[in-house]
């Protein structure tokens, strides 16, 4: 940790830095009708975001829709083997014999 700088531009860059992050993150967010909420503590602050009416770690949130992701995807791949196999395995019509 010796080589990060602790001089007076460090200290006013980061927080400005994380306050422009969060400000792009709450805008993100509230374009999708969500919100991002900071809360200051002991260490700096903390940001949880309102997702279908529960207030989630961001990281937390991450790995609920990543699994989220990987259920519809199972799911869809299931619908898509179906419907294969449906078309698969479907009797086709017989021709029209003319008479």
């Given at each position: 940790?010796?080589?990060?700088?602790?001089d007076e531009?460090?200290?006013?860059?980061?927080?400005?830095?994380?306050?422009?992050?969060?400000?792009?993150?709450?805008?993100?967010?509230?374009?999708?009708?969500?919100?991002?909420?900071?809360?200051?503590?002991?260490?700096?602050?903390?940001?949880?975001?309102?997702?279908?009416?529960?207030?989630?770690?961001?990281?937390?949130?991450?790995?609920?829709?990543?699994?989220d992701i990987?259920?519809?995807?199972e799911l869809?791949?299931?619908?898509?083997?179906?419907?294969?196999?449906?078309?698969?395995?479907?009797?086709?019509?017989?021709?029209?014999?003319?008479?």
């Amino acid at each position: 940790m010796r080589h990060i700088a602790d001089d007076e531009q460090t200290w006013s860059r980061v927080p400005r830095q994380v306050a422009e992050d969060l400000s792009e993150l709450q805008r993100a967010l509230g374009a999708l009708r969500h919100q991002a909420v900071s809360e200051p503590n002991d260490w700096g602050f903390t940001v949880h975001i309102q997702y279908q009416n529960r207030s989630e770690r961001p990281d937390t949130l991450a790995a609920l829709l990543a699994e989220d992701i990987s259920q519809r995807s199972e799911l869809l791949s299931a619908r898509e083997r179906e419907v294969l196999e449906n078309h698969l395995h479907r009797p086709r019509s017989q021709p029209r014999s003319s008479g």
